[in-house]
């Protein structure tokens, strides 16, 4: 059975920094494509940033670009997503999903590609 869990949410202020963990259990953790979404009240859950173990592939929103990074650890069945400099409309609950994912294959970074997912944690960030 597939499991995703998330953890790290909470509140922070404007500038501090959070890291946010997913931990998966289920699959062999270096075949799937792990990504980190967001939905904010009254808004459509968007990609952040997304991780492929098996290639070392990334992607990042355009909104967090320099200011967040995805890191994963294999030995661990984890991925983390460090949060430097979150602004006000970071603010969301924040998901992890994953999706089977074979090298070549481009990396997927939308909502509807992802199979599993997990229930989300709670970011809020202060100004």
């Known amino acids: 059975e597939v499991q995703i869990v998330e953890s790290g949410g909470g509140l922070v202020q404007a500038g501090g920094s959070l890291r946010l963990s997913c931990a998966a259990a289920?699959?062999?953790?270096?075949?799937?494509?792990i990504g980190w979404f967001r939905q904010a009240p009254g808004k459509e859950r968007e990609g952040v940033s997304c991780i492929s173990s098996n290639d070392g592939s990334t992607y990042y929103a355009d909104s967090v670009k320099g200011r967040f990074t995805i890191s994963s650890d294999s030995a661990k069945n984890t991925v983390y997503l460090q949060m430097n400099s979150p602004k006000p409309e970071d603010t969301a609950v924040y998901y992890c999903a994953a999706v089977l994912r074979r090298v070549g294959v481009h990396l997927p970074t939308e909502t509807y590609e992802y199979a599993y997912w997990g229930q989300g944690t709670q970011v809020t960030v202060s100004s």
């Open positions: 289920g699959f062999t953790f270096d075949d799937y494509a």
